[in-house]
């Protein structure tokens, strides 16, 4: 099955730039979706198809993919951007969905 | 606006059934895939399967098939997650989610269901 690999922790200070990497096997022949997740709280979509951004969230997140890794950018980080982040494809092969393993920002 | 409404907290005991909810508003029921997807206490997010509505086309990842039922009655736009027999390991937060049109992100969750099984 396929397997998306993130680490586990990404601590980054207020206004620098945080980059969380979800790794996979050619993963830049797929779409790659990312999730923002605030303790108690339901996941929110935050990019999808590698670096779409839904309406309401803001410029400073921004998505890449390419070979074996895709890269979720956060950009003059927040506080409130504090939270485990997922990454998620569908694998063709399969039929199946996919999460990563998740990551939590730690904000200092 | 467009929504996915979960039924409330369960607690169960070991060997027990269990069936909750999620009911759609705000757009299209049946033109848009629901999923569902696990959460155990501390851990990371877990793809367990998806059902069209429209004609209940449903798969199911290898991790949940034969664990659980994944069904939905369109005529009131609701998806159901059941179980026959409950296990301690199926404490968990359980989510449902609508597939995004046009490609295969999640865009739309449920706020959830906390589904804890003790004896």
């Known amino acids: 099955s396929y397997v998306l690999t993130q680490p586990p922790s990404v601590s980054v200070a207020p206004g620098q730039t945080a980059r969380i990497t979800c790794g996979g096997n050619?993963?830049?022949?797929?779409?790659v979706h990312w999730y923002q997740q605030k303790p108690g709280q339901a996941p929110v979509l935050v990019v999808y198809?590698?670096?779409d951004r839904p309406s309401g969230i803001p410029e400073r997140f921004s998505g890449s993919n390419s070979g074996n890794t895709a890269t979720l950018t956060i950009s003059r980080v927040e506080a409130g951007d504090e939270a485990d982040y997922y990454c998620?494809?569908?694998?063709?092969?399969?039929?199946?969905?996919?999460f990563g393993t998740g990551t939590k920002v730690t904000v200092l | 606006e467009v929504q996915l409404v979960q039924s409330g907290a369960e607690v169960k005991k070991p060997g027990e059934s269990l069936k909750i909810s999620c009911k759609g508003s705000?757009?299209?029921?049946?033109?848009?895939?629901i999923g569902w997807v696990r959460q155990m206490p501390g851990k990371g997010l877990e793809w367990m399967g998806i059902?069209?509505?429209?004609?209940?086309?449903?798969r199911y990842s290898p991790s949940f098939q034969g664990q659980v039922t994944i069904s939905a009655d369109k005529s009131i736009s609701t998806a159901y997650l059941q179980w026959s027999s409950l296990k301690a390991s199926d404490t968990a937060m359980y989510y449902c989610?609508?597939?995004?049109?046009?490609?295969?992100?999640?865009?739309?969750w449920g706020q959830g269901t906390m589904v804890t099984v003790s004896s």
């Open positions: 989610v609508r597939r995004h049109s046009g490609d295969d992100a999640f865009d739309i």
């Open positions: 705000g757009y299209s029921f049946t033109s848009y895939w």
């Open positions: 059902i069209y509505p429209g004609d209940s086309d449903t």
């Open positions: 050619n993963i830049g022949s797929k779409s």
């Open positions: 198809d590698d670096s």
């Open positions: 998620q494809v569908w694998d063709s092969s399969s039929d199946h969905y996919v």
